[in-house]
């Protein structure tokens, strides 16, 4: 059992706007900034969308954004296309014990 | 441009120690502004953070409460690289197993990945 919780799949229409949620506790998503997000197309290691809980690298589109509530960070992508369709792991900082902790991923369809 | 590398075995025996090697090209194992990290991945797990190793005014390591007491994260400055042992692997430590760079709080650069099984 991963140590955030993620819903296991979202589905969305090209065009439209999906939200991804990440809950955890005081002690990693909502004691510290430091939430990225990762896409995963298959047999392909994860790439960066959002760092920082809001931060985009350079390179990923702006259709990408990130933001947090209290101990939920969550992960929107806006005009959905179909290269989007892929799986998506939130990751936050928890601390000295376990610096780094992982949700369970996300599949998302593209209709 | 920075690349890790990685190399060992895809198959361990139950009981025995799991061993992989990364190399990097591009940076240094020794820089100031990065650490130096083993995630794994299986479809029972997800992505699990497993440890790091990084170098500020000295080396640290820290590692994952759930295999702190089997494994070791090492650097070698010699070859410009860091290693993973996780020993008395059982079934359950079959994965995927990344060597990541984590810099300004994201891991920005993965290894290809190694699918080690744990298997007689």
Redesign the interface.
């Known amino acids: 059992q991963?140590a955030l919780t993620q819903p296991r799949s979202v589905s969305g229409s090209p065009g439209q706007s999906v939200t991804i949620s990440c809950t955890g506790t005081s002690s990693d998503v909502g004691g510290h900034n430091?939430v990225?997000w990762?896409q995963q197309h298959p047999g392909k290691?994860?790439k960066?969308m959002i760092?920082?809980i809001t931060k985009r690298?350079s390179g990923v589109p702006d259709r990408f954004s990130g933001s947090k509530s209290a101990n939920t960070a969550s992960l929107t992508i806006s005009g959905l296309q179909g290269e989007d369709e892929a799986d998506y792991?939130c990751?936050s900082?928890a601390g000295?014990?376990?610096?780094?902790?992982?949700?369970?991923?996300t599949k998302l369809t593209v209709l | 441009q920075v690349q890790l590398q990685q190399s060992g075995p895809g198959l361990v025996k139950p009981s025995q120690t799991l061993s992989l090697t990364c190399d990097i090209s591009g940076d240094s194992v020794s820089s100031n502004s990065a650490t130096w990290?083993w995630i794994r991945q299986s479809p029972s797990?997800?992505?699990?953070?497993l440890g790091?190793t990084y170098l500020t005014s000295k080396w640290y390591n820290?590692y994952?409460?759930?295999v702190k007491s089997r494994i070791t994260i090492k650097p070698d400055t010699s070859k410009n690289q860091f290693s993973l042992a996780l020993n008395s692997v059982t079934p359950e430590d079959t994965a995927v197993y990344?060597c990541v760079r984590?810099r300004?709080?994201?891991?920005?650069c993965?290894?290809?990945?190694t699918l080690v099984t744990v298997s007689s």
């Open positions: 991963s430091y990225s990762y290691t994860p960066v760092y920082g690298p792991y990751c900082y000295s014990n376990t610096p780094w902790v992982f949700g369970g991923g | 990290n797990r997800g992505l699990e953070w790091r820290e994952a409460l759930s990344y984590e300004n709080t994201f891991f920005d993965w290894g290809q990945g």
